[in-house]
Each structure stands twice: as structure tokens, then as C-alpha cells.
């Protein structure tokens, strides 16, 4: 069930600072982890423009809207914020509007370069992954998990 992007999810999504990580999985199960700075969001949606048609990122993403599968996209900013959103893939735009607007929008920040789609991901979790979340998480999933030296200083 799709959700929708939080407000500081769409803010590092658009931020060309963040470094931005897509993740999906092949035929084998077996993941493909690689940085995608043409991550964006825009109406509600992760969008990714493919630049290669060979790619292994574009292979796996086809074979998830195929197979209903998950990709995820972790994002981490330099004042340590760090999402991970889980979706699915639901549609690429391979002609149309879409295509041509943003054809045009990688061949002003590329040069002469191709775009071999862009898909659209919906949102099916975002994850607050940064420290302090994750040791709230832990803390309060796992009262007595405390190294021993934390308890010596109590």
C-alpha cells in the first residue's frame, strides 16, 4: 500500500547535495546497490531517469514491475540525515511528455547523452535511518542492551 513522501523525504530527494543510492535485486535474489543522482520527487513519487537501457539498475527495476518487487533508495545528507525509502516500481516513461521534458532536462546537465526512461516508484515505507532514530529504536526496543562500560559509569 503506497504512502505518501514525507516532507523531509521530498526535500533530500530534490537536494542535488544528498547522495542518493538505489538498490534493487536480480533474477537470483542478489542485490544491486549503486549511487543515482537522478533521483527526484515530484507529484508524490520517486522518479528516476535511466540513463543507460543495458543497465543493470534498469534490468532489475523491469523484472520488479514485472514481479511486484521491491527496490529501496537510501539518501544521506551531510548534517547526518538518512532515509531509506522501500517502494515499488510502477510505471517508466519511455515517450510522452514526461520523457521529452526531462530528455531535455539531462541533455542541459549532461550534454550529449541518451535517457533511456524514467520510472516512477511509489513510496511503500520511509524509514527514519539516521543514529539518533536508530538509538531511540534500540533503546526502546531493547532496554538491556547496554554495553558494559555505559553500565560501570551508572
Do not use: C
Not at 20 to 34: E, I, R
Not at 106 to 132: C, K, N, P, T
Request: glycine share 6%; charged share 25%.
Amino acid at each position: 500500500m503506497p504512502v505518501p513522501l514525507s516532507s523531509e523525504a521530498v526535500s533530500l530527494l530534490n537536494d542535488d547535495s544528498v547522495t542518493k543510492v538505489v538498490v534493487t535485486v536480480d533474477a537470483d535474489g542478489l542485490p544491486h546497490a549503486v549511487v543515482k543522482q537522478s533521483l527526484h520527487a515530484a507529484e508524490g513519487r520517486i522518479r528516476y531517469l535511466e540513463l543507460l537501457e543495458n543497465s543493470t539498475t534498469n534490468r532489475n527495476l523491469v523484472r520488479s514491475i514485472w514481479f511486484d518487487g521491491i527496490v529501496s533508495v537510501l539518501l544521506a545528507s551531510s548534517d547526518g540525515r538518512s532515509l531509506q525509502i522501500k517502494g515499488r516500481p510502477v510505471k517508466n516513461h519511455i515517450s510522452g511528455p514526461l520523457f521529452l521534458e526531462q530528455y531535455h532536462r539531462v541533455r542541459a546537465l549532461y550534454g550529449d547523452v541518451d535517457l533511456a526512461g524514467v520510472w516512477e516508484i511509489e513510496a511503500d515505507e520511509v524509514i527514519d535511518q539516521s543514529i539518533a532514530a536508530r538509538r531511540s529504536q534500540e533503546t526502546s526496543r531493547h532496554p538491556t542492551f547496554i554495553h558494559l562500560d555505559r553500565i560501570a559509569r551508572v
